[in-house]
Every structure is written in structure tokens, then in C-alpha cells.
């Protein structure tokens, strides 16, 4: 078993924290930085680049859309021209911290609205593979299997990796459910720890409904604004390896 564990960082703003990032650091092997729009500032982001750097984390675009009131996750209606320069300029943003500190963007993931629109709107997911192509081609997309950003990053010929939230219910047809569906966001860390392993150990995810979808993934994601997201990634990685596993970054898999 060698799997990646990622997490969401960088969420902050200002003086406001939202996890203990630097802590979380030290369990995850990928980290997905927010890049201003749904949270984080320039401050946060370059303290954030430069901690994954020095704990050989590998680094990741966490862009959204420009909805930090509402921590990106509610929709918005946007021409995909302009989706692309939003994403580019997210990019660019992180890229700038990224090369003062030696580190490169190893991998892109869509926080939110613009991840749920970009895993089941086939226009959503070509726009976004898109612009991160444009940007750098050799961008991984972190992406729930079967959805649209896999196939649109496949089909121009990206890398995928293909990604479990630990935290969240699946519907059957390998979506998330919506957050104000019961058993959508689960919060019982044994809960969570069992649904990993049943991931790992049989490639399969019992659904909200209780039906059961296969789910082979190369990644497991916890939300650092997860109660408990410390301990759970903590007892996650020690599981792992007291299984026999390895824990290791996407880039090294």
C-alpha cells in the first residue's frame, strides 16, 4: 500500500487561523494552498510554500472562485474566458512564492463550488484543464474518479490523481453530497478511519444511501477546517504505516 495524504492549507487571512498548518505538515505528504480567493492572503501563502518546501511536502494550487465570504463554496456563474484567467492568475499568484522558495506547483486542486461544478460539468472541468495546461502541462489534477476533470485532464493528456475525501459522503454516482444532505460531512474520526480503510483495503466506499460504488484512489485528502483534522491525520499516517504501508508524496508514488 503507498499512498499520498493531502490536505487543504493556507486558509487563514490576515491574523486569523484556521488549522494548526504547521502541525499538519508534519503528518501530510501533499499540501493544497489556498491562493487568496477563497482564503489566504500573500503572507500566508508564502509562509505556507516555504514550510511544505523545507518538510519536502509536495505543492499544490487550491484555487476557487472569488468567494471568500463565503469560503468559496457557493456557485457562481461565470464565462468560461473569464474561469480561465481567474485560475491563471491563482497560479501565477502561488507560482511567485513557490520559485522565491525553491519549490515548484507539483499539482492543482479546485476548492469548493468550482471543485464540485469542475467534477460534473464537462465545460467547467475543459476550461480548467485548460488554463492550468497553459500554465504549466506538467500539473497533476488531484480528481474524483470517473468525474469530468479526470476525463477532460486525460483527454489532453495531464497526469491525474485520483482522490478520496476522507471526511465527505459519496452519492452513487461517485459525486460528493451536497453539504446540507445527511451524512454528507462526517465528523466522527473512527467513522473516518474506518471509511479510509475500507477504501484501501477493498477499493470500494459505502455511499449516503448505503450502496456501495468502487473507489480505487492514489490519494486520501483530509480538510484542515475538519474538527480534529490534526488527530485524524495523525492517527491516519500511523495506521498506514504500522499496516505495512508507505506514505509518500503524489510525486513519489
Known amino acids: 500500500m503507498k499512498i499520498d495524504i493531502n490536505a487543504d ?28 480567493y477563497h482564503a489566504g492572503d500573500p503572507v500566508i501563502m508564502d509562509r505556507t510554500v516555504r ?13 476557487a472562485f472569488p468567494d471568500r465570504m463565503g469560503f468559496g463554496r457557493r456557485k457562481m456563474d461565470m464565462p468560461l ?12 499568484a502561488l507560482d511567485a512564492f513557490a520559485r522565491r ?35 504549466d502541462p506538467e ?17 489532453r493528456g495531464r497526469k491525474v490523481v485520483r482522490l478520496f475525501l476522507a471526511d465527505r459522503g459519496y452519492l452513487p454516482n461517485g459525486q460528493l453530497a451536497p453539504r446540507n444532505q445527511k451524512g454528507a460531512v462526517i465528523k466522527d474520526v473512527d467513522a473516518v478511519l474506518a471509511r479510509v480503510f475500507q477504501v484501501l483495503g477493498e477499493q470500494k466506499i459505502t455511499c449516503v444511501t448505503g450502496e456501495e460504488i468502487d473507489m480505487q ?19 491516519l499516517r500511523a495506521k498506514i504505516l504500522s499496516a505495512g504501508g508507505v506514505v509518500a508524496p503524489m510525486t513519489r508514488r
Not at 51 to 63: F, R
Not at 217 to 235: F, K, N, R, W
Open 51 to 63: 514550510l511544505a518546501k523545507e518538510k519536502g511536502v509536495d505543492l499544490g494550487a487550491h484555487v
Open 101 to 135: 522558495a525553491g519549490h515548484r506547483i507539483t499539482h492543482l486542486n479546485p476548492h469548493g463550488a468550482l471543485g464540485n461544478l469542475a467534477s460534473a460539468d464537462t465545460a467547467i472541468a475543459e476550461a480548467l484543464a485548460d488554463a492550468t495546461g497553459d500554465f
Open 81 to 92: 474566458g473569464e474561469l480561465r484567467a481567474h485560475v491563471l492568475y491563482q497560479l501565477g
Open 9 to 36: 492549507l493556507g486558509e487563514g487571512f490576515g491574523p486569523y487561523e484556521i488549522a494548526d498548518d504547521a502541525a499538519l505538515m508534519d503528518q501530510i505528504t501533499s499540501a493544497n494552498v489556498a491562493c487568496g
Open 217 to 235: 484512489v492514489q490519494s486520501i485528502l483530509i480538510h484542515s477546517d475538519t474538527p480534529g483534522a490534526l488527530e485524524l491525520a495523525t492517527l
Open 139 to 155: 500539473i497533476a489534477f488531484l480528481v474524483l474518479p470517473g468525474s469530468a476533470l479526470e476525463k477532460a485532464a486525460l483527454e
